[in-house]
C-alpha cells in the first residue's frame, strides 16, 4: 500500500479525487467520479464503481466489488475477513450494487467457501450505523437495515425487507420479500413474506400493508395476501395443510406463487 501525496485529478470533471491522507493500493480499481476522504483506505483487489464516494477513515478490503453512486459513511469496514472460526484466508468475494447508503460504522464481512464464497448486496439499499452484514449474506434490492442491527452469517432477505433497530437475525434464516422485523427482535427462524414479527424470540404481529403498498401490489393481490395470512396464521391449519388451501383458493398469482414456494423452502421452519 501507498500513501497519496496529493489529490489524484487530472483536470476532469469526472476524475477521480483522493484526499491527501488517504491510502489508495495503486492496484485498485477506480471509477469516473470516486471520492475517497481523509485517511480512507483502499485495498488492492477493491473495484469502485463511478461516483461512489468513500468517507472518512473507512475501510474497503479484500476482493470487494462496489458498483454505482454508492456511499459508504466515515468508519465503515466493508469487505473485512468473516468472523468465522473455520475461515482461513481463503480468496472469498463482496459484490455491493448500485445506488447504496452504507451509514458510519457499519461492517460487511466477504463470503466463506464453506458457503456461498460470497456476500452479496443489491441496489437502492440503505444500511444505518453500526449495523453489521455477515459473511455470505445475501440482500436483495431496497432493504433497509436500521442502525445497530445485526444479520448473522448466510442470512437471505429478499426485497425491501426491512429491519428494525437493534434486531438480531439467527444466521441461515431467511426473509421473505417485504418482510418486517421490528426493532429489537430476535429472529431465529423464517418469516415469510409481508409478515411483521416482534419480540425476543419473535412471534408473528401482523401483516406488512403498507410494504404491499410501497411494492406496488394491486388491491387484488394484497387481498389475496391477507387471505394468506389469514390462512397461514388463523384458521388452525397447520403449514402443509395452509398451503393446500392457498393453492385451491388463490392458486395462479405471482406473489401468491411466491409466498407458498417461500413456505415450502422454509427450513428452519417459520415465526409463528
Request: aromatic share 4%; hydrophobic share 40%; proline share 3%.
Amino acid at each position: 500500500m501507498q500513501e497519496v501525496q496529493g489529490w489524484r485529478d487530472e483536470g476532469l470533471a469526472a476524475s477521480p479525487r483522493i484526499h491527501p491522507t488517504a491510502t489508495v493500493h495503486p492496484r485498485a480499481e477506480l471509477g469516473r467520479g470516486v471520492v475517497i476522504e481523509a485517511y480512507a483506505v483502499i485495498g488492492e483487489n477493491v473495484s469502485l464503481g463511478d461516483e461512489t464516494r468513500v468517507g472518512i477513515r473507512a475501510i474497503v478490503e479484500g476482493w470487494t466489488t462496489i458498483g454505482r453512486k454508492n456511499r459508504i459513511g466515515a468508519g465503515a469496514v466493508i469487505g473485512n475477513e468473516p468472523q468465522d472460526l473455520k475461515f482461513r484466508g481463503e480468496k472469498t468475494y463482496l459484490f455491493i450494487g448500485d445506488e447504496n447508503d452504507i451509514g458510519e460504522l457499519v461492517t460487511i464481512s466477504r463470503g466463506t467457501v464453506t458457503g456461498h464464497g460470497e456476500t452479496r448486496i443489491g441496489n437502492g439499499c440503505r444500511i444505518e450505523a453500526q449495523a453489521h452484514v455477515a459473511h455470505d449474506c445475501q440482500l436483495g434490492n431496497g432493504v433497509r437495515i436500521e442502525r445497530g442491527a445485526g444479520i448473522s452469517g448466510h442470512v437471505t432477505l429478499e426485497d425491501q425487507v426491512l429491519v428494525g433497530a437493534h434486531a438480531g437475525i439467527h444466521q441461515f434464516s431467511k426473509m421473505g420479500k417485504g418482510a418486517w422485523i421490528m426493532p429489537l427482535a430476535m429472529v431465529n427462524k423464517d418469516v415469510p413474506p409481508y409478515v411483521v414479527v416482534a419480540g425476543n424470540i419473535a412471534r408473528v404481529v401482523g401483516l406488512h400493508r403498507e410494504g404491499m403498498e410501497r411494492a406496488g401490489l394491486s388491491p387484488e393481490d394484497r387481498q389475496d395476501i391477507a387471505r394468506a395470512f389469514e390462512l397461514l396464521y388463523q384458521s388452525g391449519l397447520n403449514v402443509a395443510q395452509a398451503i393446500e388451501q392457498m393453492e385451491q383458493e388463490l392458486g395462479g398469482s405471482p406473489e401468491i406463487d411466491r409466498f407458498i414456494r417461500f413456505l415450502r423452502n422454509a427450513d428452519r421452519g417459520i415465526c409463528r
